[in-house]
């Protein structure tokens, strides 16, 4: 079993009734799940907020894991100051599954941290290793700002699937790692609905989201259905790709990535049908009527 | 030329507001099967739809989207079927505060996809849900076989935010689909 260090007194106090009620939660039932084995070297967790990060990132011990409590946006704003500082994030309204699912993945990183070479060897051999978590030092403000009397949230939530936040490509993707720009012809699906926060929350996003959980979809396609331009749709890949939903798949043969200043606006020819296909398809039907409905729409 | 009728279905328990969600939808050309709600156990609402509730949008000149509320009770079971067979798009609502809401919105997708035509699901919610809530359930709803759909919120009294939820629909559709 691993011993968890948690250091959470950086984060603000609109995050710190959720987060410690959370986590309380999410510890037990990752500890419930876990048997108790040889106790190995402790992880350092250092759980911020986008106000706290550079207090924290700036202490914290080399070994230690960052967790950013932050939108999308702020999460990007703070991956670009401080790269490879940040290992995981949270939107401000995540559930007790994510925190539980992340422990999990932060676990395993730990482990992956120490025990690199042997961990390559169990997995080529088809072993696994256990994982556990005990709250080693919470802070005390956090202690008491829970409340454990309150039982809804343990009954309500699912049992996390244990690769849902580990950063995940296909064997068929490309070299498409956190930025990485796609090679050109992959297309891109999302194995499961996720909702996305701040800037990222309004309807082209979602149509984007649809797209994706529909069928595998091409850069243009994407951009022909949803009018994003298409640095926010990468900007959105790349946060799909963070929360592992994403599934990229090559084109047969890939050329080199496209650099994003020479990406084309959607190509025009693409969003009109041709002669032979004068009659609209149901999709362009709808997207035109509901836009003209839209338009006059008073609300 | 033959144009296919395209229809999309509505499918929820009773009270959700189905009906209400039509007539947002499609205004003056909404039709409503709604008698007397002799079932105040099952809900308290004052009337119920027995057979379809039925509107339409008129795409373009020649064709016409088709929008059916099935009623929520077991019994009218047969009438759901018949519509989802009938359709290329399903709207699953529900309320998520509801005890037996996901058991529900599982059942149903897995009903939808069981359908011939069926090309996109998406479930909505309702009722007012906090994000965390929201997140919540889609989180568990997706873990479940067939129910990776688009989960979003929306007011059935609302135009505006019924059409985005026809909008998502659409943005999942293949560009040339031909239903039956």
């Known amino acids: 079993m691993s011993e968890l260090i948690l250091h959470a007194a950086h984060l603000s106090e609109a995050h710190q009734l959720r987060f410690s009620y959370l986590f309380e939660v999410a510890a037990k039932h990752w500890r419930d799940k876990q048997p108790s084995q040889t106790a190995k070297t402790a992880t350092e967790l250092w759980v911020i907020d986008a106000h706290s990060a550079p207090d924290a990132i700036q202490n914290r011990s080399n070994s230690s894991f960052v967790l950013l409590i932050a939108t999308d946006d702020q999460a990007q704003a703070a991956r670009a100051q401080w790269p490879d500082q940040i290992d995981a994030q949270l939107p401000p309204d995540y559930s007790v599954g994510r925190l539980t699912q992340l422990l999990e993945h932060i676990s395993v990183q730990a482990h992956g941290k120490r025990l690199r070479e042997t961990l390559k060897t169990r997995r080529q051999h088809s072993m696994t290793l256990s994982h556990d978590v005990q709250v080693k030092n919470a802070d005390a403000a956090f202690l008491k700002a829970t409340d454990l009397n309150q039982p809804t949230l343990v009954v309500a939530e699912p049992a996390p699937e244990p690769v849902l936040e580990a950063p995940a490509t296909t064997a068929t993707a490309p070299a498409a790692a956190l930025g990485n720009l796609p090679a050109p012809g992959t297309r891109f699906r999302i194995k499961r609905w996720t909702q996305l926060t701040g800037s990222m929350a309004g309807q082209a996003h979602r149509q984007l989201l649809a797209a994706m959980i529909s069928g595998d979809r091409g850069l243009d396609e994407l951009a022909e259905r949803t009018q994003l331009e298409r640095g926010e749709i990468l900007r959105v890949l790349q946060v799909l790709r963070g929360k592992g939903v994403l599934v990229e798949t090559a084109a047969p043969a890939a050329a080199e990535p496209v650099a994003l200043a020479t990406l084309a606006p959607p190509a025009t020819h693409t969003a009109e049908p041709g002669p032979a296909a004068a009659k609209l398809g149901l999709f362009r039907q709808l997207s035109r009527w509901i836009h003209q409905n839209r338009a006059s729409d008073p609300h | ?180």
């Not at chain 2, 279905?9 to 099967?33: D, F, H």
């Open chain 2, 1 to 180: 030329m033959h144009h296919p009728i395209k229809r999309i279905v509505l499918l929820g328990p009773m009270g959700i507001g189905k009906t209400t969600a039509i007539r947002s939808l499609c205004g003056s050309l909404a039709i409503e099967c709604d008698v007397p709600n002799l079932d105040k156990q099952a809900h308290a609402k004052e009337t119920t739809t027995v057979g379809l509730d039925f509107g339409e949008i008129k795409l373009d000149d020649e064709d016409t989207l088709q929008v059916y509320g099935c009623p929520g009770q077991e019994r009218y079971d047969f009438v759901r079927e018949w519509a989802l067979s009938l359709a290329f798009g399903a709207i699953v609502m529900v309320d998520i505060h509801e005890p037996q809401a996901m058991e529900q919105t599982i059942d149903l997708i897995q009903q939808c996809h069981a359908a011939p035509n069926i090309q996109a699901v998406v479930v909505l919610i309702a009722r007012p849900a906090s994000a965390a809530q929201q997140e919540m359930f889609t989180v568990r709803l997706s873990a479940h076989a067939e129910c990776a759909v688009p989960v979003l919120s929306a007011d059935p009294r609302n135009p505006s935010q019924m059409l985005d939820t026809l909008d998502i629909i659409a943005a999942m559709l293949p560009d040339e689909v031909q239903p039956r």
